[in-house]
């Protein structure tokens, strides 16, 4: 009866999973099919989020340990506000240096993709980790080695592609599990 309500609890966690894989493909469909709406979106997005932090910073700063870094972390607050309200104000720009960081980023984490393969290998549904890791690398090179000239449709093409195959890889996995679900529970 355990094992029932285990299996239960699974597929419903697993049920969850392949919604929210579901809802990537589907953002990077439209991230793909409208490049520069979305590019510049991200920019945007990014650029508010920036500004989020630095109201983050301030807030938090009267709790700080002492005045160094009360003053550190009002500084940071008004120098991430100010650079926000830049960045929003000039999405062109902000687009071109955050395609510069999203392949930094995307370098590190496809990186950390293949790296957590090995361990997991022997697993079922390993082998996407794999593939996700492998593709993100490649288009961190692809948007690295063309920077800053493909800035305009590189961040909502790679993210797009990112999406796409991170939904894919995380569907393919979450039906690996449920496959397995349903021979343990024969």
Known sequence: MAADAISTALKRGTGLAIVWAIILILCGILSLSLPMIAGISTAIVLSVLIIIAGIVHLTTAPVSRGFGGYLW????????????????????LGLVSFTFVLGIIFLIEGIFSII????????????????????????????????????????????????????????????????FLNVAAA
């Open 73 to 92: 972390r009002t500084l940071v607050g008004i120098v991430y506000i100010i650079g926000g309200i830049w960045l929003i104000s000039h999405p062109i």
């Open 116 to 179: 957590s393969f090995f361990p997991l290998r022997r697993n079922a549904g390993s082998g996407w980790l794999l593939f996700d890791g492998l593709i993100t690398v490649l288009l961190a090179f692809l948007i690295l080695d063309h920077w800053p000239s493909s800035a305009a449709w590189a961040v909502a093409t790679i993210v797009g592609i990112n999406l796409f195959i991170s939904g894919i890889t995380r569907l393919m996995a979450l039906l690996a599990v449920r496959r």
